[in-house]
């Protein structure tokens, strides 16, 4: 069975800092990961997808990356923003476009 | 403009009552989806269809149930037998063009009274 491990849980960083949140995988079968963006209280918005052929995606100042041999996924963020702030979370796409989600990774970013 | 909308934001039901949530689209999608999201945890898929009248259980289908007479819609229906409801219930959906990118509306935070 996939499980979607995120790491860390929650991190605080100070405005302008370069970040990285990671996303593991146990099952490297996966049609594609997708991170998404979570506002308190409101739905996902999706940030960047990766197919599985693919090796890292690129939107504005944030990058994601996929090593699906070693299950791994990263989500950096450049230059952090107070804006930045929200719940970020990674899920794979195990075929028939059902996705298995992590538990997100909590950020704040303080100016 | 086109998305996903979900109706109620808010909900509050007494134990022992089905409610039904609603989930519209106007993205022209095939596949919907209904994940629910209890805190700290990541979501859980309830139900999906990937056509209309035809729908397949998730991982956590015991006491929900699901429709799909119109491709726009997808109303959720919590029923009695869903031993703890309260959760924040989300409705997702993919078009064929979109690259299986899932897109979401913005929930509906049911409580049980």
């Known amino acids: 069975k996939q499980e979607v491990t995120q790491i860390p849980a929650a991190l605080s960083v100070p405005e302008g800092e370069n970040l990285v949140l990671n996303c593991s995988f146990t099952d490297s079968a996966i049609y594609n990961l997708q991170w998404f963006r979570q506002d308190p209280g409101k739905g996902l918005t999706s940030l960047l997808l990766?197919?599985?052929?693919?090796r890292e995606q690129t939107s504005g100042r944030l990058n994601a990356s996929l090593d699906k041999s070693s299950g791994r996924s990263t989500l950096y963020i450049a230059a952090s923003q107070p804006g930045d702030s929200a719940t970020y979370l990674c899920a794979v796409d195990t075929g028939f476009q059902k996705l298995v989600f992590g538990t997100g990774t909590r950020l704040l970013v303080s100016p | 403009d086109g998305g996903i909308t979900q109706s109620p934001k808010y909900l509050f039901r007494k134990e022992g009552q089905n409610v039904t949530l609603s989930c519209e689209q106007n993205l022209n999608h095939d596949a919907m989806y209904w994940y629910r999201q209890d805190p700290g945890q990541g979501l859980r898929l309830i139900y999906y269809s990937q056509i209309v009248n035809d729908f397949q259980k998730g991982d956590i289908a015991e006491g929900y149930s699901v429709s799909r007479e119109k491709k726009e819609s997808f109303p959720l229906t919590v029923t009695s037998a869903q031993k703890n409801p309260t959760a924040f219930y989300l409705c997702a959906s993919i078009g064929r063009s979109s690259y299986n990118e899932q897109f979401f509306g913005p929930g509906t935070r049911l409580t049980v009274l």
């Open positions: 990766i197919q599985s052929s693919q």
